[in-house]
């Protein structure tokens, strides 16, 4: 279960935002995801393959290769993948990891609040922000 405290303080305190699987591919949901990040006045760090610059920041091919800290990582991988990324979330000091709508990784959730990471699972920042007429 999420808790709503942690949505609204994670959406609305300004933060880095790494945001793995955006692409220069407007048709993806990460791409209009990451924009209403910036809107709401979050820094936003692509992580993709193609390491792709996106909405004017640069992009990174892994989260060990963004130079900084990161505070929230925002997860569009498939769920098969997403462990991996949430390990990886651990390993670099986030504090928080963000699964997007449909992206489970239970045993990878359970490592995450292990490492005292908040949590988000299942839902979108941008269907939470409207909801929170962000």
């Known amino acids: 279960m999420n808790d709503p405290a942690a949505i609204d303080r994670l959406l609305r305190t300004p933060a880095r935002w790494a945001v793995v699987g955006l692409s ?5 949901a990460a791409y209009g995801v990451a924009a209403y990040l910036q809107r709401l006045g979050h820094e ?12 004017g920041a640069r992009g990174y091919a892994r989260l060990a290769d963004v130079p900084g800290e990161i505070d929230v990582v925002d ?13 990886e979330a651990i390993a670099i000091g ?7 709508l449909a992206v489970t990784a239970p045993a990878a959730e359970e490592r ?5 990471l908040e949590l988000v699972v299942d839902t979108c920042p941008k269907i939470e922000g409207a909801a929170r007429h962000l």
């Open 24 to 28: 220069t591919n407007r048709a993806r």
């Open 44 to 55: 936003i760090v692509p992580v993709h393959p193609r390491a792709e610059t996106v909405h």
């Open 75 to 87: 997860v569009f991988v498939n769920s098969a993948r997403a462990g991996a990324v949430v390990d």
């Open 94 to 100: 986030a504090r928080a990891v963000w699964l997007q």
């Open 112 to 116: 995450a609040r292990a490492a005292g």
